[in-house]
Antibody
Framework: EVQLLESGGGLVQPGGSLRLSCAAS????????MSWVRQAPGKGLEWVSAISGSGGSTYYADSVKGRFTISRDNSKNTLYLQMNSLRAEDTAVYYC??????????????????WGQGTLVTVSS | SYVLTQPPSVSVAPGQTARITCGGNNIGSKSVHWYQQKPGQAPVLVVYDDSDRPSGIPERFSGSNSGNTATLTISRVEAGDEADYYC????????????FGGGTKLTVL
């Protein structure tokens, strides 16, 4: 059974930093890309970042590029999101998601077949 | 960056068919995925690659994609289908490839 367990959320002041973790089990972690998706209170889903199975390729939303860093430790089956220079608008539940890769005539793509329960990050003074 | 447009809300009576649209420029050339999210819960994948269903998802959920519109169709709607639904694509030509639509609240009357 695939399980994703996020941790590391909490209250942080504007300009501060936080590192989220996502412990994965039930699948061969290194074989799959992983992603972070967030949801501000009462709002929709926003894709944040993704990383390939090897960790060699990373992708970021424009809203977090240069402030957030995604990484993974395949020996520990753990995904991370280092969040720096946090802003009030970064307040959200952050979900870890396992990515499934596919290909069509339009090119390669990812979708998210398993999700964690999320961890709340609140940026406020 | 690529934009996906969904109607904020759709209402349907039990037993009827709900259709939730997702608009995007030439979206028919991309693979579209759909998620269901109930209050206080994590999203659940209900359709991937335009029209495929993960195991455990009822056949009542189906998808199509052509031109500038992708559609999630829920047949014989039940009270338990009431939720927010999001479409998603991966725009591999972009530096910021992950894209979600704004979400549609499905209300079962």
């Amino acid at each position: 059974e695939v399980q994703l367990l996020e941790s590391g959320g909490g209250l942080v002041q504007p300009g501060g930093s936080l590192r989220l973790s996502c412990a994965a089990s039930g699948f061969t972690f290194s074989s799959y890309a992983m992603s972070w998706v967030r949801q501000a209170p009462g709002k929709g889903l926003e894709w944040v970042s993704a990383i390939s199975g090897s960790g060699g390729s990373t992708y970021y939303a424009d809203s977090v590029k240069g402030r957030f860093t995604i990484s993974r430790d395949n020996s520990k089956n753990t995904l991370y999101l280092q969040m720096n220079s946090l802003r009030a608008e970064d307040t959200a539940v952050y979900y870890c998601a396992k990515a499934q890769e596919g290909y069509s005539y339009g090119g390669g793509f990812y979708y998210f077949d398993y999700w964690g329960q999320g961890t709340l990050v609140t940026v406020s003074s | 960056s690529y934009v996906l447009t969904q109607p904020p809300s759709v209402s349907v009576a039990p037993g009827q068919t709900a259709r939730i649209t997702c608009g995007g420029n030439n979206i028919g050339s991309k693979s579209v995925h759909w998620y269901q999210q109930k209050p206080g819960q994590a999203p659940v994948l209900v359709v991937y690659d335009d029209s495929d269903r993960p195991s455990g998802i009822p056949e009542r959920f189906s998808g199509s994609n052509s031109g500038n519109t992708a559609t999630l169709t829920i047949s014989r709607v039940e009270a338990g289908d009431e939720a927010d639904y999001y479409c998603q694509v991966w725009d591999s030509s972009s530096d910021h490839p992950g894209v979600f639509g704004g979400g549609t609240k499905l209300t079962v009357l």
